[in-house]
Structures are given as structure tokens and as C-alpha cells.
């Protein structure tokens, strides 16, 4: 499975970006996927996570409320809508996909990752 992520960018705080990822190589319709992210100096964590029929989904409470993934399985792909984005919110942005049916929250369940798109936020 390869992923592809895209959408990032530059946007001030408050505005909205919407990350995607277009899977290929195989569907990824049974499998679970997951939004990461990563800022300068810290820990890759989960932001956002779906299971295989969007019938599950996980969020960081960072992002609560301000975050919605979705996934359009005939498309084989995922998206992370962003509303209200705040400077904390510039990381790197890593879909990622989990072979499990069931939504999995740890990083070491998640075995297939796309190259990352660059948000920053500017405040």
C-alpha cells in the first residue's frame, strides 16, 4: 500500500485546511487509518483515527471539535478536515494506514505511512 498525503500549507490561526490521502496499490477499505502528526522536537501522536466503515473514529482532545476525518472508501481515501487551527497545530501531517478492522490508537499498529504534508500555522 502506498499513501499519498496532501493539502498542507501556510494559513493563519483560525483559518482551515483540509488534509487528504489517496491510497493505491491495493484498497484500503477494511483497514483502519490514522492522521499523525509531528512538531520539531517531540513525539509523533495520533491526531485523528477512523475505522474501516467510518463507523468509529478517535480524536486527540487537542483537536476535538476542531478536527473531522472521514473516508470515502470507494475512493480509497481519507481526509482530515482542520477548523480553527492554532499555532500548536504546525507539525508535520502523516496519514497512515492499519491492516486491523478495529480503530487502533498506537503507532506501532499502524504499518503503512505516507510521506507527510508541512502545516504551519501562524498566529
Known amino acids: 500500500v502506498q499513501l499519498q498525503a496532501c493539502g498542507g500549507g501556510l494559513v493563519q490561526a483560525g483559518g482551515s485546511l483540509r488534509l487528504s490521502c489517496a491510497a493505491s496499490?491495493?484498497?484500503?477499505?477494511?483497514?483502519?487509518m490514522g492522521w499523525f502528526r509531528q512538531a520539531p522536537g517531540k513525539e509523533r501522536e495520533l491526531v485523528a483515527a477512523?475505522?474501516?466503515?467510518?463507523?468509529?473514529?478517535y480524536y486527540a482532545d487537542s483537536v476535538k471539535g476542531r478536527f473531522t476525518i472521514s473516508r470515502d472508501n470507494a475512493k480509497n481515501m481519507v481526509c482530515l478536515q482542520m477548523n480553527s487551527l492554532k499555532p500548536e497545530d504546525t507539525a508535520v501531517y502523516y496519514c497512515?494506514?492499519?491492516?486491523?478492522?478495529?480503530?487502533?490508537?498506537?503507532?506501532?499498529?499502524?504499518?503503512?505511512w505516507g510521506q507527510g504534508t508541512v502545516v504551519t500555522v501562524s498566529s
Open positions: 496499490g491495493r484498497t484500503v477499505s477494511s483497514y483502519s
Open positions: 497512515a494506514a492499519s491492516t486491523s478492522f478495529v480503530l487502533r490508537t498506537s503507532t506501532d499498529s499502524y504499518g503503512y
Open positions: 477512523i475505522n474501516w466503515n467510518g463507523g468509529s473514529t
